[in-house]
């Protein structure tokens, strides 16, 4: 019954589609044959029936069956359905490959797909593979071509986005040029077990690029909607040629009178009416002119029209001169003689014009001047030291190049209203673009020729950095007389603001939140020194230069400083660059750079995060002075608790307190060596914040858990339990976590 219901829906959304047809070819079939099945009209070299002489030969021609729900068109002898055809392709009938299981990890339900298809037919490259899932996976193979896509849910958001199809519940891949063969087979990591509360099956189907949407959490679960909707909506789009193993076309017959030969990738052509034509192209006595001028929309004409092969010619009535194609274009000639006010004006317009041609003198050589001066800036500014090192470093990634008229409109020509900070390489504005793209634009100052070579190694460190916890570089400019970079606007301040300059902290900063901060800089750090092209240190990594956007999502920012460090070397020696508080003593010493540095930076930032103490304090005693040997002093006297914020004592286990301050402790070793790597940190940091949070937890519950908590005028922006563990529960918890994540992770 539910089968004959989905076929009953698929089989009305399969007429929408059909009446709704792409840039059709004149669909005109071969004489004497049949030109229809059902709803959709078949155009020659396509013919029905075999051996009816309807078809370019036997690879065009297709079957028309009667079934229960009316005539339908199948390729050749096959049972795939075809409609839509257009002069380069057509549309079939696809079935997602599918897996469902029972809460036990039994499988309930599945169906795998395949399509073979034969010369001179191949799959589009406008389709693309969708995985749908939790806890999924699918390979799609065809001949000299294997891919595959995971559906996994991320465990740091609560729900996937609806509309993205980016890998967290939906994760889509394309597909080469030529591929005439695909088979679907999709498989799960954990059988759903995980995940069955609100994910019982998988998907994987090939289909049109932009025909599926998904629709978020609601898609995981409403596995029939899903069903139904891909059944009816996707579609999977077939190019076809003329002979298909021909490489020039120049010669060939099968393209008629008036129309041209078009010789397609990979081999074989297309035939195509010429300008001015229309019909089929395939067929005799080839394409016909249009009458142009019995389409006046298309070819407008308010004079004398004449229809001319593939053309048309419009002209103004006789007697009168002008444009015929523009609405009162044409007009009637000025008499013998001349009147007073007719010689007036005529004056009048000449000293005009003559006004204008001296202006327009001026203002060219004046343009002249700027684009020179432009020119200067642009190479002092290091443009063309720019230029080689993106080219030396195939670095080619596009940025877009701000003129000074558009940032200039944006700042209100850099009001000292709309600058939000000020750093030691320049000044930072607020501007909204003309598209209402509001943007942070960093000014640099005059420059030498150091100061120059760092505003560039900037632009290229950011070329290199696709991040969400990295601000994001738009562009620059290196027209104006300093160089200035345009970055994306983050609103909500930074995080040493947050943590020191308000009193007792903003509500938001509770030991969850400060955890979820600390994955997040302590994720981008570890995948600047792991996963860009070349390893990326920060060199400054403090609480100033990590921002926090409208979610409180932290940001890194500031690369002036940084420095990329070749695959060869483990170490680079620089002169030493830092803050005050947050410097590696070991780099301060040696003058030898590495990413151990920015662990000890990182360590200080986790320090402050924990205490909510200034890195060095001025009002502080001489044993406390100094943040990071405070706290590892600390440490090693068991007096960690006396150091920390009171909310974190309330609100955080004091094993995973302990745990932290024994992982600060490691960061801010005095030997680099023994320091643990970003991504040990990240894991640890990760597991201890796990036991407050939980990916799927429903909102209800989120909202009386915190209300319980947090007794005082305090709310926890995020709302998520906080919850207590013993010493075996988060021991218990920390292996199992560890050992998901080594499952789990891409291999």
Known sequence: ???????????????????????????????????????????????????????????????????????????????????????????????????????DATISSESDWWIRLVSPFTFSQRNKFTVLGCDDYSLIRGKNFSSGCLGICSEDQDHPDDGQCTGSGCCQT??????????????????????????RCGFAFLGEEGSFVFHGANDLSNYTDVWLRTMATVHVVVDWVIAPNTRD?????????????????????????????????????????????LDQETNPCYGDCLNTPGSYNCTCP????????????????????????????????????????????FYSIRRKKLMKLREKFFEQNGGVLLKQKMNSQGSHEAMTLFSIAQLRKATNNYSQENIIGRGGYGVVYKGVLSDKRVVAIKKSKIVDVSQAEQFINEVLILTQVIHRNVVNLLGCCLEEE??????????????????????????????????KVAVEVGGALAY??????????????????????????????????????????????TLIQGTLGYLDPEYYNTSQLTEKSDVYSFGVVLGEL??????????????????????????????????????????????????????????????????????????????????????????????????????????????VPLVSYSSNEMQSYSNSTYMAFEEKKPR
């Open 1 to 103: 019954m539910l089968l004959h219901i989905i076929l009953s829906l698929f089989t009305m959304a399969l007429g929408t589609l059909q009446g709704s047809t792409s840039k059709a070819i004149n669909n005109i079939a071969k004489p004497n044959c049949p030109t229809h099945c059902g709803n959709v009209t078949v155009p020659y070299p396509f013919g029905i029936g075999k051996d009816t002489g309807c078809s370019l030969d036997e690879s065009f021609y297709v079957t028309c069956n009667t079934t229960d729900e009316g005539p339908k068109l199948f390729l050749l002898s096959s049972n795939i359905e075809m409609y839509n055809f257009s002069d380069s392709e057509f549309r079939v009938r696809m079935r997602p490959a599918f897996r469902c299981y029972n809460s």
């Open 174 to 199: 394309s597909i080469p040029k030529g591929l005439d063969y695909y088979n679907v087979t999709l498989q799960a990591f954990r059988n759903h077990t995980d995940v069955s509360s609100f994910n």
């Open 249 to 293: 076309c120049s010669e060939s017959s099968a393209c008629k009178e008036n129309s041209s030969c078009y010789p397609v990738d990979g081999g074989g052509y297309h035939c195509r009416c010429d300008g001015g034509y229309e019909g089929n192209p395939y067929l005799d006595p080839g394409c016909q002119d249009i009458n142009e001028c």
């Open 318 to 361: 006789r007697g009168s001169f002008g444009d015929a194609k523009i609405e009162n274009g044409c007009h009637q000639p000025i008499g013998s003689k001349f009147s007073s006010t007719t010689f007036v004006i005529g004056m009048v317009f000449g000293l005009l014009a003559i006004l204008s041609s001296i202006l327009g003198v």
């Open 482 to 515: 300093v160089p200035i970079l345009v970055y994306e606007f983050i609103s909500n301040n930074t995080l040493f603001h947050h943590i020191h300059s308000r009193p007792g902290g903003m509500s938001w900063l509770s030991w969850e939140n400060r955890l």
């Open 528 to 573: 600047l020194h792991s996963e860009t092209i070349m390893p990326i240190i920060h060199r400054d990594v403090k609480s100033t230069n990590i921002l926090l956007d409208d979610n409180y999502t932290a940001k890194i920012s500031d690369f002036g400083a940084s420095r990329l460090v070749p695959l060869d070397h483990e170490q680079v020696t």
């Open 610 to 719: 924990i205490t909510g103490k200034k890195p060095i304090g001025v009002d502080r005693s001489n044993d406390e002075k100094n943040l990071a040997t405070y706290f590892v002093n600390s440490v090693k006297g068991n007096r960690l608790y006396e150091i920390v914020e009171p909310r974190i004592l309330r609100e955080g286990t004091l094993t995973q307190i302990q745990a932290v301050g024994d992982l600060v402790k490691r960061c801010l070793n005095s030997n680099g060596h023994d320091r643990p790597t970003m991504k040990e940190v990240v894991v640890e940091l990760d597991s201890l914040r796990k036991f407050t949070t939980h990916p799927w937890i429903q909102q209800q519950t989120c909202q009386e858990t915190s209300s319980l908590v947090l007794e005082d005028e305090q709310y926890n922006l995020y709302e």
